[in-house]
């Protein structure tokens, strides 16, 4: 099958929108110290012009190589640091196809190796795992402009953080604590508490209440509500669990 490195001619002129091809992608992860990185599981990758994922996805397939050779004494392990391995993978894409792209061909690639591992150990895949690299991908690749490190509706582009905790060779079932960063304070180098939140929690019922006009000063103290994410399995991070600080 040929690879498809160009889609128009108007979005190559105003994008610069051109694909790397698989085997100059393999090329370059081949750089010694680039190769090493790779097979580093907890080394963090950024892509600013993420594209289809052409970088992303091919980190990730090493990364999950190593999982299956070096993490894999049983599925539980396996579920566990493939998905450690998916959080150390960031990428920002300005166009949206390309966004929602990316992750689709990140989380086929996560699939596709879980699947691999389902059979070798005779087991059943989970719903929380599959949820979970869901999320951690979607997160992780933002739809915005590098450049100006604002997401599309002009908001900060906002990455989470997620620190595995007190994770030793024996560890099994790893335990993460997210934090969330604008795009600016990950540049600022910015120190934050463990568990801050930029986001409202979701979820919540909305209530229609005929009076709110009156409650206009009580509405903006609950719109200010600071909230913390809490420490959580790392094949829970789905449930996106928080709490009020
Ligand atoms: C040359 S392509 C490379 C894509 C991918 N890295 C690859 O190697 O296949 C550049 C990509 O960057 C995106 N892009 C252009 N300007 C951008 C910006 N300011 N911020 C984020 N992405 C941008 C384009 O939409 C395009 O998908």
Known sequence: MTEEIIKCKTRVQKHGEVFTPK??????????????????????????AAGEGAFLVAILERKLKIVSGKYNNDLVQYE??????????????????????????MFQKYYDHYKEQIEYHNGDMKQKVLESAKKIISLNIGNGNFLTRKAVDGASLVFS??????????????????????????????????????RQPKNEPEQIDIFSFLDEELETQEDEKEMQYIPVKIIDVYKEEMEEV
Request: glycine share 2%; with cysteine; hydrophobic share 35%.
């Open 80 to 105: 566990n640091y493939s998905l450690l391995a998916l959080t150390t993978l960031y990428g920002i894409e300005l166009l949206e196809d390309n966004a929602q792209t990316c992750v689709m061909n």
């Open 161 to 198: 953080d997620w620190k595995p905790i007190n994770l030793r060779k024996t560890t099994k079932n790893i335990k993460v604590q997210r934090t969330e960063y604008t795009l600016d304070e990950i540049y600022e180098n910015t120190q934050k508490e463990n568990g801050k939140a930029l």
């Open 23 to 48: 085997r100059i992608v393999n090329k370059m992860l081949d750089i010694p110290e680039i190769k090493e990185a790779c097979e580093n599981l907890t080394t963090t990758f950024l892509e600013p």
